[in-house]
């Protein structure tokens, strides 16, 4: 059997090895040739947020600033389908505040007229879930040159680097540099798309969004710099993502205290448990004679007659 | 069930002395993991991770059977489940998903840290072999959960990962694709995959709890094995279970558990994948399709192949992947070495590492973006893995000179700890300790 099986392994790693040299060949023969989407692709910029980190709240004055970007920006397009209004409470606003906003929000509630049983809309309830801008896929592809603003419920847990990607895409529109043109001349931007380095592909289909200082007026007085507005509505995606994002930290801190408590308290009972247990291993049973000679000069030591 | 100086049970009061009477469970317990089952007394801290296997099992059944009542298994409703209402709106649901999810993480973490134990201290060689074999049997369920679990979220790497993980068995000429499409119940995963996945997902922890009960009664016949591999001789080379490795595993498996919480509470999904928050979308493939870490070390050598010799490259991958973990069934016959443990076999010792780094090695290529250098590099590795157990560890058992081995378990204790020499009994042997012989 042990033959059978290693002539089975022979044969994996003969064929690896056929592979990996042949793999070797091709590479040196025609390496990959240099991509523009490698060379000009750029890791987020940092970003802090007051909730970062083991100990990190929420900001509720930022949260209600970048909900203000979202609604009044983002909004357009982009839906919030997994957040209802009454989710709300946590950026601070009171109950009849939430319904303000709930029915105010300007796209309606599919529902069923009550009457007639036709098809009709209805004002959003606190209970609602926000309203998606398109009322599906096709009509929102049908409005945006073919592509489909993504949901940004979960957006800062569904990329890569998190809110510093989506304050760095934002803030990320620019032309395409020089250098990647003359580089890559195939590479240039396609018309309808829009160029970011911090894209994956460096080139988007969303257009930049937050163009200039001031496009929203903030209610607490902060100057709306597009810096600014960036920050704010990424913070804000943050709280749309982890909503328990608080309770977490705060649990996790008691439930790690707990844990450190119990883990000495359990080395303390172990240490006291074992300490007999390894005494007697040294002072009982005919041992090896070395170790009876070993025995009895510990015993002297300690001036006990054994 | 394994010595004869294993302690007998005695119930304490005239209800347990009635219950013994008619169903003796407790002496059952008690001769399995208390105060009746000897142990050796030299074990490492290697040795409390089957306890902690155990722990890790329970808190996913228990966190898995609350998530099953929020959860719908769904196309359309099963991503919402898990996103709004089990992360946002059922009481601490979003403590039982990001404990199951990074559960399972650490799972699998304990699990590799025992099996590497076992292959070390050469846990799978006589009288153990039927221990090692079914603590397989319990890693290849737990493989089969932890893909149906990844599936449940219904996000862009569940749909992609079944698509590609059930695409193996279309690698198999002629029943391959039939044999996937009645597997998936269609031609894609779709309502009858996800369905199925489910019930099945519930289904396998308990399978695997049974098959740890066989895992445990097995090794209670030989007993446990321990750092030098050599066998107890009589009593002074034991400890009960109970207290002393209750006390042992009980301090580790919390400072272990600390671990666990940390990141269960603090970085919840450091060890998950960004495009599981995107739901699934069968007209988008995302750019790079990656298992869970767990399993990155088997996908390197599945992606390995990459030359159609005789076979299509595809169908070699699949079958070295199977092989790769099927041939460690065959490994107590395969390492005919006599001495058990890896510290008295100075050339197999060096072997082993250079095993783990390779597995590493493969974890890291299986996991990143294909680049030719990461695909030359994890061919090597791959190559490595199957020459190790196939071809090196048969000629090492057979050609290597194993240092001496101490005479006995309580030898080694007196003669590795003599910094420790400890002041002679001024009490006297205790209550609860083991008996003196002679």
Known sequence: ?306 | MSFSWAKPYEPKSAFMRWLDQRLPLPRMVYGAVGGGYPVPRNLNYWWNFGFLAGIFLTIQILTGIVLAMHYAATTDGAFTSVNQLIMRDVNAGWLLRYAHMNGASFFFIVIYIHIFRGLYYGSYKAPRELVWMLGMVIYLLMMATAFMGYVLPWGQMSYWGAQVITGFFSAFPLIGEPLRVWLLGGYAPDQAALTRFFSLHYLLPFVIAGVVILHIWALHIPGSGNPTGVDVKDERDTLPFHPFYTAKDGWSSLAFILLYVLVTYFAPNYLGHPDNYIPANPLATPAHIVPEWYFWPFYAILRSFTVDFILPAKLWGVLAMFMSILLMFFLPWIDRSPVRSGSYRPVFKRFFWLLVVDVVILGYVGGAPISPWRTALGQAAAAYYFLHFLVILPLVSAFETPLPLPKSITDSVLHGEEAEAAPAGQKGPRRGSVATAG
């Open chain 1, 1 to 306: 059997m042990r033959f059978i099986l290693g002539f089975i392994g022979s044969v994996f790693a003969v064929i690896l090895l056929i592979s990996f040299f042949s793999n070797l060949a091709t590479y040196f023969q025609s390496p990959p040739a240099p991509l523009a989407a490698e060379e000009f692709h750029r890791e987020p910029k940092p970003l802090a947020l007051s909730s970062d980190g083991p100990f990190g709240k929420f900001d509720k004055r930022q949260l209600q600033r970048g909900f203000q970007v979202y609604s009044e920006v983002c909004s357009a397009c982009h839906s919030l389908k997994l957040v209802a209004f009454r989710d709300l409470k946590g950026l601070g606003y009171t109950d009849a505040e939430i319904k303000k906003i709930a029915s105010d929000w300007k796209t309606q509630v599919p529902s069923t007229n009550p009457d007639t049983g036709e098809p009709s809309t209805r004002k959003a309830l606190p209970s609602d879930n926000f309203p998606a801008p398109f009322a599906n896929d096709i009509a929102a592809r049908a409005a945006n040159n073919n592509a489909v603003p993504p949901d940004l419920s979960l957006m800062v847990k569904a990329r890569e680097g998190g809110a510093a990607y989506v304050y760095s895409l934002l803030t990320g529109f620019q032309n395409q540099p020089a250098e990647l043109l003359k580089k890559f001349p195939d590479a240039k931007t396609p018309p309808g798309l829009h160029y970011n380095p911090y894209f994956a592909n460096l080139n988007l289909a969303m257009p930049p969004p937050l163009t200039s200082n001031g496009q929203v007026t903030y209610a607490d007085g902060t100057p709306a710099t597009v810096d600014q507005m960036a920050k704010d509505v990424a913070a804000f995606l943050v709280w749309t993502a982890e909503p328990n994002l608080e309770a977490r930290h705060a649990a996790g801190t008691a439930a790690a205290i707990f844990l450190l408590f119990a883990t000495i308290l359990a080395y303390l009972a172990y240490q006291q448990i074992w300490h007999d247990a390894k005494r007697i291993v040294r002072v009982t049973g005919p041992l090896e004679p070395k170790n009876q000679a070993r025995t009895r000069r510990a015993k002297a030591k300690e001036g006990i007659a054994g």
